[in-house]
Structure formats: C-alpha cells, structure tokens
C-alpha cells in the first residue's frame, strides 16, 4: 500500500489491521478479501524483518484456506510465500516441502498455461532450496 511504499510501516500495519477487522465482521475468514489482507500484512511484516509474526500468520491463513476449500489459486500464492519466507530464514528443506505442495497443487489444475512463468521461477526456487540443503 501508500504507507508502505513511504516507509510508513507502523501507519500500514494499523490500516491493514482496521481494514481487516472491518471485513472480518462482513467476511468469511476465508473470503479472498480478507486472505489478501492477510497477505499483505505478512508482507509488511517480513519488510520489518518480524519473521515469527509473518510465518504464524500466514501458517493461520493457509489452514483457514485449506479448511474451507478456499481459492486454490490463493492458496498457491499463500504458499509460494511460506516457502520464499523459509528459504530466506535458511530453513530450506522446509521450503522444499513446500514447494513440492505448490508444484503439486498448480500440476493438478486443469489449465497450467496461466502458470507457466510461475513453474519456471518455481523450478528456479526448488533448485536454490534443494542446492542449500545440500542435496546437490
């Protein structure tokens, strides 16, 4: 958001944090609205380098998404993001789990053209995590 491209991060987390309470009375816990919110906090709080915040969050979002059979298209972003959080905590074999679920999920999906950059940079990520955990 604004605040965050300002380096406003205190003034972002509170927007983000009303915001969310306010969907949160409208909204499912697993409306795309309310995971994007989510998302965006976790993003702002792995640019504050708050890692344990991040990852408990999105650990919440996922199962919440799982749970109620959510957008399997979010739940691959939300994914995607658990494994670049893990690989950038060096916790890489981790993140290669988690890769291979995504990959998993995008390789079930009837239509995998929309997803053709997002596999290339994935194969990219799989080799780094696969690399750093000495299985290379």
């Given at each position: 958001?604004?605040?965050?491209a300002?380096?406003?991060?205190?003034?972002?987390?509170?927007?983000?944090k009303?915001?969310?309470?306010?969907r949160?009375?409208?909204?499912?816990?697993?409306?795309?609205d309310?995971?994007?919110?989510?998302?965006?906090?976790v993003?702002?709080?792995?640019?504050q380098?708050?890692?344990?915040?991040?990852?408990?969050?999105?650990?919440?979002?996922i199962?919440?998404v799982?749970k109620?059979?959510?957008?399997?298209?979010?739940?691959?972003?939300?994914?995607?993001?658990?494994a670049?959080?893990?690989?950038?905590?060096?916790?890489?074999?981790?993140?290669?789990?988690?890769?291979n679920?995504?990959?998993?999920?995008?390789?079930?999906?009837?239509d995998?053209?929309?997803?053709?950059?997002?596999?290339?940079?994935?194969?990219r990520?799989?080799?780094?995590?696969y690399?750093a955990?000495?299985k290379l």
């Open positions: 958001g604004l605040y965050q300002q380096g406003k991060l205190a003034e972002a987390e509170s927007y983000f009303q915001s969310l309470a306010i949160l009375k409208k909204l499912a816990p697993s409306h795309p309310v995971v994007s919110l989510q998302n965006n906090l993003a702002l709080y792995i640019a380098s708050r890692y344990s915040e991040a990852e408990q969050l999105l650990k919440d979002v199962d919440t799982r109620n059979n959510g957008n399997i298209q979010q739940l691959i972003n939300l994914l995607e993001n658990y670049s959080l893990l690989q950038s905590t060096n916790r890489n074999q981790e993140a290669e789990k988690v890769i679920e995504y990959l998993t999920l995008i390789c079930s999906l009837p995998q053209k929309q997803f053709s950059q997002r596999l290339a940079d994935l194969q990520n799989y080799c780094r995590a690399s955990s000495g």
